[in-house]
């Protein structure tokens, strides 16, 4: 017993004086984390002042800053991670998920999958009617719009969602409505969603990867050429067709197709899962000479280079309609000029607006509605709509108003409306931009919570056979028009 304790003291003074020797002095090189964390600036006594000490800044920010910068800390991080994948199937990396036979998935395409993100016919209706809008526009000047849905794993793969996700009890989901509404309009789009599935029985090698969130880069490859193949089709213009001269079999997951596994942060590498990775040659010699504009999400990050400088003479990546790649993960991006919206899509021969089945409720992340007010400037929305807008693009607040619909058993598209409608209201004096009719709106909202004003116009609406939609819009233009009067 004694041999023990004597053992074991030098060894337990041992692990707590190494951590601060790893830390002020590294002697082991540890892997850096992967995925979104915050890294704030390493602890120096130069960021004490007076005035920070006395408010508790100092105290509260530069013990955070050491312990995020503890030797070793990575390496715990990495065993507490392994643990709990290993025996409880746990992953620690938010927002993702391990499905059957280690499948992993983002939850966000699961839900989209489901349903439960779905946003309503009525601002689909509106979004399409818009685009389509813009693409006869842009046809006047013989520049085509395609719309390209990408594939998602979750749809995919619904096989392996975990069965608390209840995939054989889903709804009508937000790509199902798009790609119906947009056929029915007419639309010049291309669903590369349908293409896989049509091939998921006959593909000689996976179309997605056990552990990545986009599509595997096999099936990279045959959507670029599929792409490709349909510019053309459109254009009437010759484009490059992508064929591999071989393929490398590798026995392990290869760069993207690896994405959501570098994620989780473990010890030891998840088990290991074939990949295929074609070596392209083009069959033409000649470069494609259109000019093109890629307004898309993550998913064209695998084509950007290895396929998009062959299919076009110049193409510009607008990366999520947010920032210019390859810029986009700069600290801080280069963000997208949108200035003069209308002269910057008129020098492009060709517009791809890619959208992946996660991103759909984010309606094209403004693009249908600020081209739509580029081509007509006589055209004003609403402070309300905006906001709207808003809360499905930011990932969080849109979250957030799944949950409370859930919880309130409201139709998501009911809940983002009356969540604007409070935002609008509480913030309106301090809005810019307000016009005749955000006034108008804003009278609406007013009315309506009245009791007393709103039943008095209730009972009118019915006495005179009128809708109370039209009573209330009626009702609020008297009211403004006697304000402005006065």
């Not at 120096?44 to 006395?54: A, Y």
């Not at 990545?212 to 459109?234: C, E, F, N, P, R």
């Not at 998913?299 to 400088?309: L, P």
């Amino acid at each position: 017993m004694k041999i023990i304790k004597f053992i074991l003291l030098p060894l337990i003074l041992l692990c707590l004086a190494i951590s601060p020797v790893q830390m002020i002095y590294p002697l082991v090189t540890e892997m850096p984390l992967k995925g979104f964390f915050d890294h704030p600036p390493a602890p120096e006594l130069k960021f004490f002042t007076w005035q920070r000490w006395f408010s508790s800044v100092f105290q509260d920010e530069f013990s955070k800053r050491i312990n995020d910068y503890t030797g070793f800390r990575i390496s715990m991080i990495r065993l507490n991670n392994q643990s709990d994948y290993s025996l409880f199937g746990l992953t620690h990396a938010l927002g993702f998920l391990e499905g059957k036979e280690q499948y992993l998935f983002e939850e966000d395409y699961i839900h989209e999958y489901t349903g439960k993100y779905f946003i309503g016919t009525k601002v689909i209706d509106r979004k399409l009617s818009r685009l389509k809008n813009v693409m006869d526009s842009l046809a006047a000047y013989k520049i085509p719009l395609i719309l390209v849905f990408e594939p998602g794993k979750a749809s995919f793969y619904p096989e392996y969602i975990p069965d608390r996700f209840h995939p054989e009890k889903r709804s009508k989901s937000n790509y199902t409505c798009f790609a119906e509404k947009a056929e029915a309009l007419g639309l010049t789009c291309l669903d590369l969603n349908r293409y896989f599935l049509q091939m998921k029985d006959t593909a000689k090698f996976p179309l997605f990867s056990r552990y990545g969130m986009h599509w595997s880069l096999y099936g990279a490859h045959l959507a670029a050429d599929k792409l490709s193949q349909y510019i053309g089709t459109v254009t009437g213009r010759k484009m490059p067709a992508f064929q591999h001269t071989k393929l490398h079999h590798s026995p392990n997951s290869l760069g993207t197709d690896y994405d959501i596994g570098e994620m989780l942060n473990l010890v030891c590498p998840l088990p290991p899962t074939p990949g295929v990775y074609p070596l392209t040659r083009f069959d033409t010699m000649a470069q494609g000479t259109l000019a093109g504009l890629i307004v898309a999400d993550s998913y064209y990050v695998n084509m950007v280079e290895s396929y998009g400088r062959k299919m076009f003479g110049r193409q510009d990546y607008w990366y999520y309609y947010s920032s210019e790649y390859p810029h986009q993960n700069d600290f801080p991006p280069v963000k997208l000029d949108k200035s003069d919206l209308r002269a910057k899509l008129q020098k492009y021969n060709v517009i791809l607006l890619m959208v992946s089945e996660i991103n759909l409720h984010c309606c094209f992340w403004n693009f249908a509605d600020e081209a739509y007010l580029a081509f007509h400037p006589e055209v004003q929305d609403s402070q309300l709509d905006k906001i709207e807008n808003s809360i499905r693009i930011d990932r969080e607040w849109f979250r957030f108003m799944v949950k409370k619909s859930r919880e309130q058993q409201l139709p998501l598209d009911e809940m983002i409306r009356t969540n604007a409608e409070y935002t609008f209201s509480s913030n309106y004096d301090n809005l810019p931009g307000k016009t005749y009719w955000d006034s108008i709106q804003h009278l609406i909202l007013t009315i309506r919570g009245n009791a007393e004003w709103y039943a008095q116009i209730t009972k009118n609406a019915r006495d005179q056979h009128m809708s109370l939609d039209t009573a209330l819009m009626l009702n609020a233009i008297y009211s403004y028009s006697q304000s402005k009067n006065k």
